[in-house]
């Protein structure tokens, strides 16, 4: 079984980096909202010893300008596009998702549910994908945090409101401080934690949710290397994606890839579950029956 | 892995293991030697992403000197990457890629360069491009001002005396590198200034958002509009 490999959103940018994102099964956009964000002020980056924080807060040109400018030089690309959907209300996803559902280019939707660089909606996630769903027949996945004491019961809500799939996880916030001055290191003060510590968090979560829920399951969290990609599958994972790793390497999907090509390592027992792009043509319209 | 040229923000860079050639201690700085791979050299001004060993992220610095096979950095240990960087010893090895960014714009009448502290680092293989053209240098201490023998031909102030100080009423085409106070005050003696500048930066090729810096009101990636930027309001 060939495992499919994506970005994390916010980890690559398909226009500045072609041949980076031509490597990938699927690239996944940047988070897109209703209107054009400027994002955090800088600095938005800090490291720590095992892994790195960003602020960027969902910087974007907004719905408008992403379907009549970025989308169509995606599409050029010949990679099954996935777009992350963002906002600050179920009346904003409800809106993005509303108008991508008339772009073919589009093939999935993820719902970045749980960015910890933003306010948070007043919604809850469950009502958020229940918004998404009323308004479009692409495949929906909801990316959840790792910053929840029972992650598999938010899984289950999500999929119970209609959810196809789950993009498991998305950074955790976290604060790094100056040494010289013990103030923030990022501009905004708190960040989104990722890299090799989010690793065993992320294993943990997507354990946890394959036990949980029917739908398949996207994993990603300080993968490195075909073992991390392996580690995912075996608890669960249908495709894994690459994310905090594409800043130092951006041959990391070519490497891994070749990695996994090569690998003789037992992968467990591999998931029955398709990850939607990877067979464009049986996409549902509604529910998964991937399973 | 191979080293295959890849389209990064419209530019082409390549990303090689390379063997630490040398690395010598100029004051509190380190000059690293790198061999130079099939990596290309780049326009002064541009940047490479420097694998900072026991680091999770790369490290961005500018190119200070192209000698024939070789890739010279100038790095001052002031963090834990700095110091991974300045550890490195003939033997080991990092992963480096580049070039990277917007150089300066080569084509002008009457180069002055400006520098401060370790933003010296790239006027050395830009002042080879223009032909050794004058230069301005200032340093927080003589300890650190031993680094000027890089531009020996540059006028040097120490601090308390600003390298603004030194700038004349009417400078020509200024470029410049150094800490941001002391772009802002060159900006502001010299419009038109080419000002190299500096950010936090993840990935060094528009994948991260993280260096973004105001220009016009609105942020725009260092790394992919930069490094070099003319006039930033």
Known sequence: ?291 | MPCDTVSLGGREARRERLDVLGAEQIGPYTLLRLERGELEPGVPGQFFMLEAPGRPLPRPMSLCQAPPGGLTFLLEPVGPGTRSLCSLRPGDAIHVLGPLGNGFDLDVQSPLLVGGGVGIAPLPYLAEALGDPPALLGFRSDRHAEVACLLPDAEVVVEPRLVTDLLPDDPGDVLACGPEPMLEAVRRRASGAQLAWEAPMACGYGACYGCVVEVGGRYRRLCIDGPVLRDVA
């Not at chain 1, 996803?93 to 939707?109: G, T």
């Not at chain 1, 790792?146 to 993009?167: I, K, N």
């Open chain 1, 1 to 291: 079984m060939r495992i499919p490999l994506l970005n994390a959103s916010g980890c690559l940018d398909a226009l500045t980096a072609p041949t980076v994102a031509s490597q990938l099964d699927a690239f996944v956009t940047k988070t897109v909202t209703p209107l054009p964000r400027e994002g955090n002020p800088p600095p938005r980056i800090a490291e720590s010893d095992a892994g790195m924080l960003n602020s960027i807060g969902l910087q974007n040109p907004g719905i408008d300008a992403f379907v009549h400018d970025t989308l169509p030089r995606i599409a050029e690309l010949a990679v099954p596009i996935w777009v992350s959907v963002g906002g600050f209300a179920a009346s904003d996803y409800s809106e993005v998702c509303e108008r991508l559902d008339d772009e073919p280019s589009v093939d999935v939707v993820e719902l970045n549910l749980s960015c910890p660089n933003v306010e948070e909606a007043a919604e809850s996630v469950t009502e958020l994908v229940a918004a998404a769903r009323a308004v479009t027949t692409k495949p929906l996945y909801a990316k959840l945090s790792p910053a929840t004491w029972d992650v598999a019961e938010s899984a289950r809500a999500v999929e119970a409101a209609g959810a196809d799939g789950l993009s498991l996880v998305n950074t955790i916030r976290g604060l790094t401080l100056d040494a010289g001055t013990r103030r923030p290191s990022l501009g905004r003060g708190v960040g989104g934690y990722s890299g090799p510590a989010l690793r065993p968090i992320a294993l943990a979560c997507v354990h946890a949710c394959a036990e949980a829920v029917a739908v398949p399951i996207v994993g990603m969290g300080g993968v490195t290397s075909a073992d991390h990609v392996l580690d995912l599958v075996a608890v669960g994972a249908s495709g894994v994606a690459l994310g905090t790793i594409l800043f130092s390497d951006p041959w990391a999907p070519r490497r891994i890839r070749a990695e996994l090509d090569g690998s003789t390592t037992a992968t467990g027992v591999p998931s029955e579950r398709r990850i939607h792009d990877f067979v464009p043509e049986t996409t549902p319209r509604r529910r998964s029956s991937a399973k």
